[in-house]
């Protein structure tokens, strides 16, 4: 089955431990994608990827680091947490131009 | 960047009626222009996209329609059904870069 995994779901931690939440996709998609998603303000861009070992910043990407060292999976790194990162977390991937996969989501709780 | 607007941020309509949502963009060099659907508690998911060599795509009950030179694209439904609540996304898209969603719509069908 063609999908975009995310782990873990959901997570609570508390400030500056470090954390990863993992993005995986099977559909060999070029373009990978994270974003945050927060009440009012829709879902913004923090990092993405065209394609194996070339990343770019989005909209939001302070406090984020990202890497894509396979095709398939672009993690998202967040080294010292804060509670302004607490959020609702979308990874996607697509071909180039084309439609988006979206993961199931992580939600991050940061005291 | 781009600049991405959605009208009307939130639109009740009774159950059978039509839907319009309207997304107007800034990047003049856009070439995908899709509809997400959002339901609560899961990722966006693609329902209609065109390209912009198209004026219009119809797909059973929902349809866009896309005019370049004003650089809008809107999302018709028609014979609303309850189901059909959810929160929709514009995302105009020029292969990747400075990609950024619409606000949401959130469409409520009551019954």
């Known amino acids: 089955e063609a999908q975009v995994t995310q782990n873990p779901r959901y997570l609570i931690t508390v400030t500056g431990k470090k954390l990863t939440v993992t993005c995986s996709q099977n559909?060999?998609?070029?373009?990978m994608s994270w974003y945050r998603q927060d009440p009012g303000l829709g879902l913004r861009q923090i990092y993405y990827?065209?394609?194996?070992?070339?990343?770019d910043k989005g909209d939001v990407p302070e406090g984020y680091k990202v890497s894509r060292k396979e095709k398939r999976n672009f993690p998202l790194i967040l080294e010292s947490p804060s509670p302004n990162q607490t959020s609702l977390y979308f990874c996607?991937?697509?071909?180039?131009?084309?439609?988006?996969?979206f993961g199931p989501g992580t939600r991050l709780t940061v005291l | 960047g781009e600049n991405v607007e959605q009208h009307p941020s939130t639109l009740s309509v009774q159950e059978g009626d039509s839907a319009v949502i309207k997304c107007t963009y800034s990047?003049?060099?856009?070439?995908?222009f899709p509809w997400y659907k959002q339901e609560l508690g899961k990722g966006p998911q693609l329902i209609i996209d065109?390209?912009?060599?198209?004026g219009e795509k119809k797909d059973q009950r929902i349809a866009v329609t896309l005019n370049k030179t004003a650089k809008h694209f809107s999302l018709h439904i028609t014979e609303t059904q309850p189901e059909d609540s959810a929160v929709y996304f514009c995302?105009?898209?020029?292969?990747?870069?400075?990609?950024?969603f619409g606000p949401g719509t959130r469409l409520s069908v009551l019954p």
């Open positions: 996607a991937s697509s071909l180039v131009g084309d439609e988006q996969f």
């Open positions: 559909m060999n998609h070029e373009y």
């Open positions: 990827s065209m394609n194996v070992e070339v990343t």
């Open positions: 990047d003049s060099a856009s070439n995908y």
């Open positions: 065109i390209r912009s060599n198209v």
């Open positions: 995302a105009p898209d020029n292969y990747g870069q400075n990609f950024v």
